[in-house]
């Protein structure tokens, strides 16, 4: 079974330019998230998604940072205009619908962003 | 608020070595406990869990016992292999919440041959 895929692995760019990171989540799992690991730091939840709908984004800045999960399946992470501060690996996970209970959370390998 | 604190790395032992990764939590209630490993290159996946204490987590030879007493949840393993080299992640998640994982900094761990 594929696990999570992310794209791309690695991305430099100069601040105040735009970016985009994809995440193609495990089949059949409708919940979907977005975390932002800072170089020697655990990773934090930016945005949770269940289907297409954004159920928790109370970490998003909404100031630059956007998500979307257009047909509840893949998801596109964009921040615009980025700055050094964002550095940092963003990682997808995803996993089966929440019934109470814990439900594993599968991670993607991430996408290491350089802002210079 | 929620926070969790591992021992800083690296940890370098050889192999056969014992591995103790300290772990302690603070959480308001009872959380459940984790931890998560990373290979270089992959994405983290989870190693065992606890959900209550006195719970004892294993797998693939690590175990790891929810010490409420304590506030701690270290990992141990009898004998590392080469293979153990990763990142090791402790992490909680609040009773009243089904996905909010509250992630510590992380471990390194090299093992030499």
């Known amino acids: 079974e594929a696990g999570v895929v992310q794209s791309p692995r690695y991305k430099i760019i100069e601040k105040k330019q735009p970016v985009a990171f994809w995440c193609n989540p495990i089949?059949?799992?409708?919940?979907l998230y977005w975390y932002r690991q800072n170089l020697g730091q655990g990773p934090e939840l930016l945005i949770r998604?269940?289907?297409?709908?954004?159920?928790?984004d109370s970490q998003l800045p909404k100031d630059r940072f956007s998500a979307e999960r257009l047909k509840g399946v893949d998801s596109t992470l964009k921040i615009q205009p980025a700055e050094l501060g964002d550095s940092a690996v963003y990682l997808c996970?995803?996993?089966?619908?929440?019934?109470?209970?814990?439900?594993?959370?599968?991670f993607g390998p991430g996408t290491r962003l350089t802002v210079l | 608020g929620n926070s969790v604190t591992q021992m800083e790395g690296p940890v370098t032992l050889s192999e056969e070595a014992f591995l103790t990764i300290n772990c302690t939590y603070t959480?308001?209630?009872?959380?459940?406990l984790f931890w998560y490993v990373q290979y270089p290159g992959e994405g983290l996946q989870l190693l065992l869990k606890?959900?209550?204490?006195?719970d004892k987590g294993s797998n693939k030879g690590f175990e790891a016992t929810y010490r409420k007493e304590t506030t701690s949840f270290h990992l141990e393993k009898g004998s590392v292999q080469v293979s153990d080299s990763a990142v090791y992640f402790c992490?909680?998640?609040?009773?009243?919440?089904?996905?909010?994982?509250?992630f510590g900094s992380g471990t390194r761990l090299l093992v030499r041959p």
């Open positions: 996970a995803s996993s089966l619908a929440g019934t109470g209970g814990y439900n594993e959370q599968f």
């Open positions: 959480a308001t209630g009872y959380p459940s």
């Open positions: 998604y269940e289907n297409e709908e954004a159920v928790d």
């Open positions: 089949s059949g799992h409708n919940t």
């Open positions: 992490a909680l998640k609040q009773r009243d919440s089904s996905y909010k994982l509250i």
């Open positions: 606890a959900t209550k204490a006195d």
